[in-house]
């Protein structure tokens, strides 16, 4: 039997960015390797939110039946869940961070080989414009930047994005430094787009089926195929 099960992908809508290691990896954690990562911010009656926790509770049902999900989840320390209170995430001094205050976040990431697809929010002859670091626009590797006939914007901490994520149970376990790994739901970024400007955190932009134009619907895998 499988130590990990994952849930469908989903697309949490109109999330506020609150980091972003989206083009090139960020630092591990306690000397872990680089990853892609990403945090959104939700409203607690976000339409976001509750997708976001029925895909949780998805993917721990098929890891631990449906009997026990829901006290898996319940059970795990909050940051072995994707999906956590923004009351507790604390400044050095011991206060909320003010972005986080009353807002619920995500916490995704993928390993270094996993690169998200980041996109405009509206397509071009049909195919999403995927956004560059540098801020161009490009369709199956074209530069279309000046044919678009509005700015591409790179996302940046505070701006609205739609993101597409998986998120994925897994048994606790012995990491190949001896570590104990608890019981968690993490979740792995797919894609972000962006929707709209919002108010920046901090000094602003940095590196970091179903997104639309915002709205389109589609299948398959390539890059024009990812919403």
């Known amino acids: 039997m499988s130590n990990f099960a994952s849930s469908q992908p989903v697309i949490l809508k109109g999330l506020r960015a609150a980091w972003l290691d989206i083009f090139k990896p960020g630092e591990g954690m306690n000397g872990g390797a680089p990853k892609f990562k990403f945090t959104g911010l939700m409203e ?9 926790k029925a895909a949780m509770l998805e993917a721990a049902t098929k890891l ?6 829901a006290n898996m989840i319940r059970s795990m320390a909050a940051n072995s ?3 956590r209170d923004g009351n507790d995430k604390m400044s050095d001094d011991g206060t909320v961070r003010p972005e986080y205050e009353n807002m619920f976040f995500i916490s995704a990431s993928n390993k270094a080989d996993k690169k998200p697809q980041v996109v405009t929010q509206k397509k071009h002859n049909g195919k999403f414009v995927q956004i560059t670091e540098a801020g161009r626009g490009l369709v199956d590797g074209m530069d279309v930047t000046d044919q678009l006939g509005y700015e591409v914007k790179v996302p940046y901490r505070g701006c609205y ?5 998986e998120f994925v149970a897994g048994k606790s376990f012995k990491g190949s430094d001896g570590q104990i790994i608890p019981n968690q739901v993490f979740a792995r970024i797919i894609a972000i787009q962006f929707v709209k400007d919002g108010e920046a955190f901090g000094s602003g932009p940095t590196s970091a089926e179903g997104f ?5 619907e589609t299948a398959g895998q390539g890059a024009s195929d990812l919403f």
């Open 64 to 69: 631990w039946g449906p009997a026990n999900a």
């Open 161 to 165: 994005v739609n993101a597409k994520v």
């Open 212 to 216: 639309g134009e915002e709205e389109v």
């Open 44 to 52: 607690p009656e976000s339409e976001a939110l509750k997708i976001g």
């Open 81 to 83: 869940r994707a999906i």
